[in-house]
């Protein structure tokens, strides 16, 4: 129907149109405008897999001839493409790395098409495929302060112990601090560990590193990607005021049952995959399991291959145990299921005892109703945490804390723009028990609930120049009563293919924290605590109106490609820490009636504190056939300000540089070479001012003191005021792959890996015993050899 049609029939029924106001007029002909293009035009969506394996093919281009319109798949291979008119058109499909595909469509007016497309891979070095996707994901997304860590990457770094592991490629990021090889943590762009959120297919976990820092709870083989956003991060995450670190696994292989074996002087290994139900081609549908476990064994290797370092000097041990489930439909909807259990221990002899374990489970599905172009993402995790230290004194240090999560998101295609808006609860339990440094004892057991809601919307122009994504969350903590609105603001501006322009800023908020003290560089005990009800109302001349951890971020940058192999990224942040509680480490006494004539900040539980972080990255990558190679270097200034003073956290690096290279040998590259060197300037540390005897008048006035022995007491200098020495080391592999040959002629890897740590032996500080007045450092060269099959 016209509009003029329109207006007759209006007539005919006697409604004078003359009395319809003109923008009324307007409205309702866009609105009917709309709605016929709708009737006239149809969509096209569907996966696109590897024809070989199954696994879904990211960032392939989907192009309609006729009419000069296209999409891009995501990273799980989906494409949808709308606003096609109807008729037969011409589908074309390319990536590289795989053969193109031309398709004749007829599509009619209203009716969704469903079209998988299996890509056969073609003679392109797959290495150049990798990397020109990742280009394609910068052009299309904002992508700032952000890292995608694929497992070619990971490959790249230097196997310690034969394996190549998360941890070590992320303390080469750009703003990552790590603390060190023994109980080290990583602190991102200012935040430290508890303000960093790390999830594993959407499982939370509270301590994704062993104690022994060389690992993490991670098995690099089954990793699909990790994505690591150090500032300015979407609405789609919240409940942390620094950072997110988001693993994904892959699906287990969808057509023959595969493995590996490795076994190094650190380590083992083994990792079991294959079909439940073998890939089908015809529409895409197969289940899969994948299951890993590892575990180190260097308390009792060490005393054999590592003598020379000292009698009980490595006595790390831990286990690592992932298992995943996946079943695929053939309309591209999917649900996993999966679970991990680590443990880690670690013994000194006569000195402490620390012990953790984690446990976890889930399962999350993707749903692609029939007629609709809504993906539906809808996710359900249970996760706990368990840690203890045993010291001399025999006083109790615990954490506990366990929780769920459950969230269901939706995610609208329209065109080549996206709207996603999701609905989230997060409940945990964490119980609390610690004597701090001035012999106070501190507990808290507290029941949390959290209900979130976020929408954002990217938005794409005509040209593919600007991309806008504003975003809103919304973290409502339910035990109390906290509301806290979150807007968000991404954007980029391609300014020309090889140089982009990016920004980004937000609020965060976020209701845990941690009890570990800041007069120490390393502290083993990391325990977790909720907002506590005591929260401290004022810090300076700030006041709190919650109990919870907040920051603002600000982030700028600019990305240029030098050509197909090299490029460039520079980025500028400042991150305010507006309000942050920490347990206070200088409480002396009790705070009871008596003691209220005491200075608050020796008898609170509690303290309130703001801070800032800012600085500068600068990073370069090169991608060859052969030769990777990457260089970062980072500008870090972290500040605190308790009330009282303001001070440098124990973490507070101004400059990190991080070199990483390798080279593939030999025609069929079956020979490569790694190799890592990392430089830091000192960490601050307190300073000893003097020692005295510290007497505790048990008997009160009756107490003699010329005849009691009391202990050692320490005069401390002003908070952090001084820098131990710097910090640099290198780390090297070199791995050769023979290729064996089976009697069904099919090809099964074996590597030989060798691999050393701290090459040239540097005695880098771990922390200074005051009580000895004795220098420990962390840990030195440690060379190791590991075999690896797979098949």
């Not at 035009?41 to 392939?60: C, D, L, S």
């Not at 990790?226 to 991060?233: C, D, L, P, R």
């Not at 695929?328 to 999966?338: A, C, K, L, V, Y």
């Not at 339910?478 to 968000?488: C, K, N, T, W, Y």
Request: charged residues 20%; contains cysteine; proline residues 3%.
């Amino acid at each position: 129907m016209t509009v003029v049609k329109f207006v007759r029939c209006l007539r005919k029924y006697g409604i004078n149109c003359g009395l319809i106001k003109m923008r009324r007029l307007t409205a309702i002909v866009f609105i009917l405008g709309s709605l016929l293009v709708q009737a006239q035009t149809t969509e096209i969506r569907g996966f696109i897999y590897n024809k070989k394996t199954g696994e879904p093919v990211p960032y392939a281009n989907i192009f309609i001839k006729e009419i000069q319109k296209g999409t891009v798949s995501d990273d799980e291979g989906l494409y949808v493409l709308n606003g096609i008119p109807t008729g037969k058109h011409t589908l074309i499909v390319r990536a590289l790395g795989y053969d193109s595909v031309l398709l004749k469509l007829d599509f009619e007016a209203g009716k969704m098409v469903m079209k998988n497309i299996l890509l056969n891979q073609s003679g392109i070095d797959l290495e150049e495929v990798n990397v020109s996707a990742e280009r394609q994901k910068k052009k299309k997304d904002v992508y700032i302060s952000i890292t995608n860590i694929t497992p070619r990457e990971l490959k790249m770094m230097p196997n310690i112990g034969g394996e190549p592991d998360l941890v070590q490629f992320l303390q080469v990021l750009p703003g990552v601090v790590f603390s060190g090889d023994q109980g080290g943590q990583l602190y991102i762009r200012g935040g430290s560990p508890i303000m960093n959120k790390v999830m594993i297919d959407g499982m939370t976990l509270y301590n994704p590193f062993h104690s022994i820092g060389l690992f993490s709870v991670f098995d690099s083989d089954i990793l699909k990607n990790t994505e690591v956003y150090s500032a300015g991060f979407g609405a789609e995450y919240g409940g942390r005021i620094s950072a997110i670190i988001d693993v994904k696994t892959r699906d287990g292989d969808k057509k023959n049952i595969k493995g590996k074996v490795n076994l190094n002087t650190f380590t083992s290994k083994i990792m079991l995959e294959g079909p439940l139900k073998k890939f089908n081609p015809e529409d895409g549908s197969s289940s899969s399991f994948i299951l890993s476990y590892k575990n180190s064994f260097l308390d009792r290797s060490s005393k054999l291959f590592y003598n020379y370092v000292g009698a009980e000097k490595l006595p790390y041990s831990f286990e690592d145990f992932y298992g995943k489930i996946s079943f695929n439909n053939s309309n591209g909807s999917r649900i996993n299921f999966f679970g991990f259990s680590h443990s880690d221990k670690v013994d000194f002899k006569n000195v402490s005892k620390y012990q953790w374990d984690s446990k976890g489970f889930g399962g999350k599905f993707y749903l692609l109703p029939q007629g609709s172009s809504t993906l539906i993402n809808a996710t359900f995790t249970w996760s706990s945490y368990t840690m203890g230290l045993t010291e001399t004194d025999a006083k109790p240090r615990n954490s506990d804390i366990n929780g769920f999560y459950a969230a269901m998101n939706f995610t609208n295609f329209i065109n080549d723009d996206e709207f996603q808006y999701g609905l989230e609860i997060n409940g945990f339990t964490t119980d609390f028990k610690l004597y701090n440094s001035a012999n106070r004892f501190i507990s808290q057991e507290n029941n949390t609930t959290e209900l979130n809601g976020f929408a954002r919307y990217k938005y794409i122009s005509a040209k593919k120049k600007l991309i806008i994504e504003p975003g809103f969350r919304i973290q409502y903590y339910a035990s109390f009563g906290d509301l806290s609105p979150e807007p968000r603001l991404r954007m980029k501006y391609n300014y020309s293919k090889r140089v982009r322009f990016k920004a980004a800023t937000g609020m965060y908020s976020q209701n845990l924290m941690s009890a570990s003290s800041d007069k120490d560089i390393v502290n083993l005990f990391y325990g977790f605590l909720s907002g506590p009800d005591e929260y401290p109302q004022q810090v300076g001349n700030k006041t709190f109106d919650s109990r919870l951890q907040k920051s603002i971020h600000g982030v700028a940058g600019i990305e240029y490609d030098i050509n197909k192999e090299n490029e460039i990224n520079f980025e500028v942040y400042i991150k305010e820490f507006t309000q942050l509680t920490n347990v206070n480490r200088d409480k002396i006494f009790d705070n009871t009636l008596e003691n209220q004539n005491r200075p608050f900040y020796q008898r609170v539980d509690y303290i309130g504190e703001t801070g800032r972080a800012y600085g500068y990255d600068v990073t370069f990558k090169s991608a060859y056939s052969r030769l990777y190679f990457w260089i970062v270097y980072s500008y870090n200034n972290v500040s605190r300000y308790d009330g009282i003073t303001t001070y440098q956290p124990h973490f507070d690096r101004r400059h990190n540089v991080n070199i990483l290279g390798t080279y593939d040998f030999l025609k069929d590259k079956s020979l490569q070479f790694s190799a890592r060197w990392n430089f830091g300037s000192g960490f601050p540390f307190t300073q000893t001012q003097g020692y005295y005897e510290q007497l505790n008048f048990a008997g009160g006035f009756s107490t003699d003191y010329t005849k009691t022995n009391g202990d050692l007491g320490i005069i401390y200098a002003g908070q952090n005021l001084g820098r131990l020495p710097y910090y640099h080391r290198l780390d090297v592999s070199l791995t050769k792959t023979y290729k064996l040959k089976r009697k069904n002629g099919k090809k099964n890897d074996f590597e030989i890996i060798f691999s050393c740590t701290n090459v040239y032996n540097r005695a880098n500080i771990f922390y200074f015993d005051r009580v000895n007045y004795k220098r420990v450092n962390q840990l030195p060269i440690l060379p190791s050899l590991a075999v690896s099959y797979s098949f």
